[in-house]
């Protein structure tokens, strides 16, 4: 079956502009998180959907970072006003939702690059 | 705080070789341990995990034992092949948490 997709798969802006990232889980998870990869590092978590409680934003590194998900599907992540540290890979995964070690599956990620 | 150390790579090895990833965590509690696992061009992807002490978590020839003692979930396996270059990611759930807290990854380059 269809995995996470994520559009666009490379998004290149100037720096200042807004920026919308786009995923669809798979079917049926009711799961649903956002990390971003930056150069060098590691996976950071930025946000998490759970059906319909209110999402952990947590990680989100500031207020210019925002994602919403829509019918309990497909989900936004908007940057507001990009700078350059915020190049990096954002990835999106799903999970079925009903434990906390369900799986993660992950789409193949949008590479933002912010000049 | 949480934390995840991996061995830092790149990693080279011969086809046929063993191969060990190191992997040590600090958390508050008894989180869930994982590989994942990135192939060139691919989307990561969960290699093995193990959600309680002395678990061993396998799949595709790797194995990890989640060792509470030591704070480790050291990556195994007895003979590597080409196909399995790729960069392997670490990384827990704490008890309570939502999300997955991965180390820097590994990158791990199989010769014929």
């Known amino acids: 079956g269809a995995g996470v997709s994520q559009s666009p798969s490379n998004k290149v802006t100037e720096k200042g502009k807004d920026v919308e990232l786009r995923c669809d889980p798979i079917?049926?998870?009711?799961?649903l998180y956002w990390y971003r990869q930056s150069l060098g590092q590691g996976l950071e978590f930025l946000i998490y959907?759970?059906?319909?409680?209110?999402?952990?934003k947590s990680g989100l590194p500031s207020d210019r970072f925002s994602a919403e998900r829509t019918g309990g599907s497909v989900s936004t992540l908007t940057i507001q006003r990009t700078q350059q540290e915020d190049s990096a890979v954002y990835l999106c995964?799903?999970?079925?939702?009903?434990?906390?070690?369900?799986?993660?599956?992950f789409g193949p990620g949008t590479r933002l690059t912010v000049l | 705080g949480n934390s995840v150390t991996q061995m830092e790579g790149p990693v080279t090895l011969s086809e046929e070789a063993f191969l060990t990833i190191n992997c040590t965590y600090t958390?508050?509690?008894?989180?869930?341990l994982f590989w994942y696992v990135q192939y060139p061009g691919e989307g990561l992807q969960l290699l093995l995990k193990?959600?309680?002490?002395?678990d061993k978590g396998s799949n595709k020839g790797f194995e990890a034992t989640y060792r509470k003692e030591t704070t480790s979930f050291h990556l195994e396996k007895g003979s590597v092949q080409v196909s399995d270059s790729a960069v392997y990611f670490c990384?827990?759930?704490?008890?309570?948490?939502?999300?997955?807290?991965f180390g820097t990854g590994t990158r791990l380059t199989v010769i014929p």
């Open positions: 995964a799903s999970s079925l939702g009903g434990q906390r070690t369900d799986t993660q599956y």
């Open positions: 079917s049926g998870h009711t799961a």
């Open positions: 959907f759970q059906g319909n409680s209110a999402p952990d």
């Open positions: 958390a508050t509690g008894y989180p869930s």
């Open positions: 193990a959600t309680k002490a002395d």
């Open positions: 990384a827990h759930l704490e008890t309570g948490a939502n999300n997955l807290f």
